[in-house]
């Protein structure tokens, strides 16, 4: 049960506080971070454009 007290409880403060670049988004009061894009991605993006 401490291990539940002790959870972190992010806010949007949190979020805005990251590094400029940093890939995240805040679900539930918590941080997820999110890889960038990769190269394949980006191409089927850029041909839907």
Excluded: C, W
């Excluded at 949190?14 to 997820?32: F, H, V």
């Amino acid at each position: 049960m401490d291990a539940l007290r002790k959870a972190e409880f992010h806010t949007i403060d949190d979020s805005y506080a990251l590094p400029d670049g940093e890939r995240a988004e805040l679900i539930d009061g918590k941080i997820y971070y999110m890889a960038p894009p990769n190269t394949k991605h980006q191409r089927l993006v850029s041909d839907l454009h």
